[in-house]
């Protein structure tokens, strides 16, 4: 193996790495595994904190109304299998309910004891703490003590309380997965720049291919999230060419046939490499299927019509467009003018009908207009061009 493609071949492969991991990070998010992970130490720390033998961590799931046991130690499984706090009940419930700090020495006298089943660690002293953010209370931090002298330190109870608003940020974080969001999309882009490095024909056409994607979905009327998915199309369709030899990728002539069945693979090895990222969610087949024909006689596939994703066929126009603007080794840049013919000629072959109207209508409203947009690729749009 020549040592480019040997190089190359080492980036995906830490590609993949990187992607598997942040792939168990932010779909555990949705999970318990997490839960686990990230609570557990929480739990710990608290415990050990005041010397507490046992304890618990409740979030109150939206569904079921209920505050639900999610970490503890020391807490047997009838007890948090019976453990179903609504808010107000028991004193988990009312430190949930009024956001506030609550100890009882015993508990299991206290008013309105839900679950009780008599289990040792339902009659030990404890404190319930609120976990909230600015926003909203999150759930509940229990800890139970043998003496219950040490609930009475104010200074203790504070201590707790300022770990529990942190845990309450970390949550809140997790839940909302953005950060790792906006993280794995500069990973994406700085990805697809080290590709149009190797392409000359992909060159820094990326940001303006998603902004034209979000531009042509919503002009169709497509709903918010479909719209996300197929801008993310749009930026990553490529990304499987970072498998692809680049002896083949940069040959000026044209390609032999078995060269072009070797490019051909870009679209699955994108998919591959993509399909493990929970949140991309239908951006994998749309990066699959982005050179499928409209007539079925496309790859890898041979879907036709509306079998193609409609991500997939937006970033087909797209795609095409780019390729035909600009400057082959073996041909010049075509005219916006003749490109624009090329796709209206592709209407229902190559290129969704409707894909085609609402580009050429955006082009000539809005994209053309745009001053010096498209000169760095088009730098011979000026009449007699081929
Ligand atoms: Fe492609």
């Not at 028991?90 to 015993?106: H, N, R, Y």
């Not at 404190?127 to 926003?135: D, F, L, Q, W």
């Not at 909203?136 to 504070?158: I, P, S, T």
Request: aromatic fraction near 6%; charged fraction near 25%.
């Amino acid at each position: 193996m020549d040592i480019e493609l040997q190089k190359k071949w080492e980036l995906l492969d830490r590609l993949i790495v990187s992607l598997t991991n942040i792939h168990e990070l932010s779909s555990a998010a949705y999970s318990h595994k997490l839960n686990e992970e990230l609570y557990e130490p929480v739990l710990e720390n608290a415990c050990n904190l005041i010397k507490a033998s046992r304890g618990s961590i409740m979030l109150f799931d939206e569904k079921s109304q209920t505050l639900n046991i999610i970490a503890s130690k020391g807490i047997s499984a009838e007890v948090i299998a019976s453990t179903r706090l609504k808010s107000g009940e028991g004193v988990a419930g009312l430190a949930f309910q009024t956001g506030k700090i609550i100890t009882t020495e015993d508990p299991g006298n206290e008013n309105g004891y839900v679950g009780y089943i008599g289990a040792p660690e339902q009659r030990e002293p404890f404190v319930a703490i609120p976990i909230r953010t600015r926003k909203k209370v999150l759930g509940v931090l229990n800890l139970h003590v043998a003496d219950y002298r040490v609930l009475k330190d104010e200074y203790v109870l504070k201590i707790l309380a300022v770990l529990a608003d942190k845990t309450a940020i970390t949550v809140e974080n997790v839940g909302l997965n953005e950060a790792m969001r906006g993280f794995y999309l500069e990973m994406v882009e700085t990805l697809t720049r080290v590709i149009d490095a190797k392409d000359s024909y992909t060159h820094d056409h990326g940001a303006r291919a998603s902004a034209r994607a979000r531009r042509i979905s919503e002009e169709m009327g497509l709903e918010e999230d479909l719209v996300r998915e197929i801008e993310y199309a749009a930026l990553l369709h490529d990304i499987g060419k970072i498998g692809i030899s680049e002896l083949i990728l940069r040959k000026p002539s044209r390609l032999t046939p078995q060269e072009y069945e070797t490019i051909k693979k870009h679209t699955a090895i994108g998919y591959q490499i993509l399909h493990p990222i929970q949140f991309l969610g239908r951006v994998p087949k749309m990066v699959l299927h982005h050179h499928e024909w409209f007539n079925g006689s496309g790859y890898p596939a041979g879907l036709k019509g509306e079998e193609i994703p409609i991500g997939s066929r937006v970033v087909s126009v797209i795609d095409a467009w780019d390729a035909m603007v600009s400057d082959r080794p073996y041909r010049k840049a075509l005219s916006f003018d003749r490109a624009i013919e090329e796709l209206e000629k592709g209407r229902g072959e190559q290129f969704d009908p409707k894909v085609v109207d609402v580009f050429v209508q955006l082009f000539r409203n809005e994209w053309s207009k745009l001053d010096g947009a498209e000169s760095a690729d088009n730098h011979s749009h000026t009449a007699g061009q081929p």
